[in-house]
């Protein structure tokens, strides 16, 4: 067929080639990031990766395994050990290969992930389930933010374990608030986003600072029985194992949905000496600097004299460098620390609803934005203010086995394929998606009351093993390789090299 000249022309031969070839309209308009956008991994990568890692929620809750004695019940090391492990499952087998092809095509996450679950697939998977699950992250965002305005503004107890009306209030303006700013004026959040996280990172360094003096004097043995004292009902101190599976599992789970987002940053690197480099620095250096510091302010804490009488309370006790903050700072500068830290979370709770925005935009065109964030945006509220986003560990178990089987086979997909980009996949891709579900499956059993250690790794484990399976049985869809400057379907899709 001969097109005609002139734009309208174009556009209408190009409407022609993608119902002839079969493919979606959102992957027929795809088009990669070029070279001349990319930028050094110091730049992008990494400053966006660790400021994923400096939000307190997450160092927050790495010292919180609810066992007498928490992640210290064995001592400083075996925490830190533990976080080390972490970090380098989450750089080498989430970040580093889904980098690696977003860097070679330069084409989002809703695109490369059309090859693992096709092109009828992948309206779903992962570009539809990304977006549903900004929404957990939201209510995350939105509980914990919260909570850090009602201590600074209401002097709400920081021991608390249930959760004040005046919190409630606020999480319910902080929800719709991230939210239309989400879909509005990300565009000025942004613009202040960047030097925001240098807020929780200052408060580690200074809290640290101010604890570091009592690490010489913590005992493991000690901590152990004062938590038993204080909460009778905190379960058996972990084995060394149990802390690093606690420490794993959280780190891991935390980690899912940005390990696939991986593909996204990836198309910002100029080659794959930046996908290294700015996921070791971004990811693993952040992991182990953030949390590492949480878990020593915590023992230094508890390592100073006449710390205990005012970190513990009848069945509570401060288990996390964001619970010691008053013990450490004193009323009066906790309040400005929590107000400062709420702040620095906002942007990430607009960045949700926006990342959400989009998902829904790319895979549902015909519904309008405010109606799909608007309706998100009241599930995350809900989630908040029940108190059910307060489990962190419960939240991060479902994202990795929502997304660690979704790393897994795209890592495999793409090994198999001589390490290319083998294309969009005619329909639904049934090695994919089996690896999904089978996955799915392993990754949840903790949320449904069967022990699994390490249940996120497994997850991705089991996705990837399930999807080399298949495709060695013959199971994948045919590839559908295109151009996606052209919209053609060459014999195989090309790759952005970048000098």
Known sequence: MECNTGWQGKRDCCKERTMSNGLPDYIAAARPNPPDNRAPWYKNTAPAYAGIFLWFVFWLGATQAPNAGGVLSHGIWAPIVSLLLAALLCHTFYYVILGIMGQKTGLPLYIVGTSTFGATGGFIMPGFLMGVLQFGWLGVNTYFSSDALSKAIFSSDALSKTIPVNAKIIMVVWGAAAAFVGLKGIQYVARVATYLPLIPLITLIVLFLATVGGLGSFDASEFVALHKTAVPTAPTALSSFGVVAFIVTYVVGFFATAGAAGVDFGTN????????????????????????LATLILAGAYGKAGIAAVTTEEGKMAMS?????????GTGLSKVVYLLLAIAAFPAACFSAFVAANSFKATLPKVNPFVSVGIGAVAAIIIAVMGWAADLTMVFNIIGASFGPICGAMAVDYMLNKCRWAGPRKGFNPAGWLAWGFGFVIGIMPNLGIPLPMAP??????????????????????????????GEVPPRAPEVQVD
Not at 281 to 290: C, D, F, L, Q, R
Not at 457 to 479: Q, R, T
């Open 321 to 329: 460098a964001y619970d010691v903050i008053p013990a450490v700072l």
């Open 457 to 486: 790794v497994w997850a991705m484990v089991a996705g990837a093993v399930v999807y080399w399976i298949a495709a060695k049985a013959g199971m994948e869809s045919e590839p559908m390789p295109f151009s996606p400057e052209t």
């Open 269 to 292: 690197s100029r080659d794959e000496r930046d996908v290294h480099m700015g996921g070791f620095v971004g990811i693993a250096v952040a992991i182990i600097v953030t949390a590492g």
